[in-house]
């Protein structure tokens, strides 16, 4: 059970402790997404598939904060600690605004906010395959934790008092302040994707696009459809989170890496047409473990069919986070129009499309 932990604390001595803490914190932040979206469609008194409107920008917000922030300023302490007060403002003031549309905007600029912390962890580990591949782990790691803690708290109290506890949380990594090196420069010539790097970038988005539409809502579905505690279901979050940790850190070789997301395309359709627990806790646990095997083998095979590795693997991101926040703008809608059925078909269908996509151009050589 102690596992995790002690891997996430053998990470300080490859990557800066606040670096370390303050990757922790975005993750938490994401995680909490999907528990809290049916207490907030509560709290305003708006259905499941608007409350998902949050999540889109936050989202949105992110991309912009994590792209801009390369092309716009330096990594330093200072936006460092800028980022950190302004995430845990925005969380403070996402307990007490009046209007679901005033807590849209609170959490656009937490999104802001994680981008730019996102990009300065990950500007410190450029060109170094193990130190990102260990500020990568930290996602899953966290999430083992951070699951039931938000969830005992949202089980205990309400959604009001998971995002002070975000805000809080957000402060943390004050407590000890990275020294930043700036980046080398990139050339400001840029070449264009082959087409086979194209098309992967392209279903690296639409898995991801569709991943969010459904995996959002999976919290409001575990309540509304499979009859379960928000604390238990905050546990299959922590299982899942879990179940990423070994394919995460896999040094092996991945062939046809888009086949495992078929899995998870599958279990999207069948996890909207079910309605027992222990279906809903097998399936969403192994797709952690099916997504945490596919991706990074995805991104070894833009590597393998880029003349520009290194640029392709930025549109790569780029374009994930687009899909992520696209996705649940579509979730809302399905689920609106045709409720957590509908959604399974949806996201199911568009992941398996992406990942055939994937997996022919990985056949063809």
């Not at 500020?135 to 995002?163: E, K, N, Q, R, S």
């Amino acid at each position: 059970m102690l596992a995790p932990f002690r891997l996430l604390a053998s990470l300080r001595g490859t990557v800066d402790t606040g670096l370390v803490l303050a990757t922790s914190v975005a993750t938490t932040t994401f995680v909490a997404t999907p528990l809290v979206l049916p207490a907030i469609g509560d709290r305003f008194d708006i259905g499941t598939g608007s409350a998902g409107a949050f999540s889109a920008a936050q989202l949105g917000a992110f991309v912009v904060g994590s792209w801009a922030s390369g092309r716009l300023v330096e990594p330093s302490r200072r936006l460092f600690v800028v980022a950190l007060l302004v995430l845990a403002g925005s969380n403070a003031t996402s307990t007490f605004v009046p209007s679901f549309w005033q807590f849209v905007a609170s959490r656009g600029v937490a999104g802001l906010a994680l981008g730019v912390l996102t990009w300065l962890a990950y500007s410190q580990v450029f060109g170094d395959a193990d130190r990102t591949g260990d500020i990568a782990v930290i996602g899953p790691l966290t999430g083992v934790a951070a699951a039931p803690l938000l969830g005992a708290v949202l089980a205990g109290a309400d959604d009001v008092a998971v995002f002070w506890l975000l805000a809080a949380l957000a402060l943390i990594p004050l407590v000890s302040l990275p020294t930043f090196v700036a980046p080398p420069v990139k050339e400001t010539h840029r070449t264009r994707a082959v087409p086979q790097a194209f098309v992967l970038i392209a279903g690296l988005a639409v898995i991801t696009f569709g991943g969010s539409a459904f995996f959002v809502y999976v919290g409001a579905m575990g309540v509304e459809q499979y009859g379960m505690d928000p604390f238990v279901i905050s546990l299959v979050f922590s299982a899942n989170a879990a179940a990423g940790i070994p394919s995460a850190r896999w040094r092996g070789g991945r062939p046809f890496s888009g086949a495992w997301m078929l899995l998870p395309a599958v279990f999207a359709v069948v996890l909207g047409f079910m309605d027992q627990p222990v279906v809903f806790w097998a399936l969403v646990t192994t797709w952690g473990f099916c997504f945490w095997m596919s991706v990074p083998g995805i991104y070894t095979l833009l590597a393998e069919r880029s003349r520009h590795p290194a640029e392709r693997a930025g549109d790569a991101q780029a374009a994930m986070a687009a899909g992520r926040s696209l996705g649940p703008l579509l979730g809302g809608l399905v689920v609106g129009a045709g409720g957590f059925e509908m959604l399974g078909i949806a996201g199911g269908a568009t992941i398996a499309a992406a990942s055939l996509t994937v997996i022919v151009v990985e056949a063809r050589h």
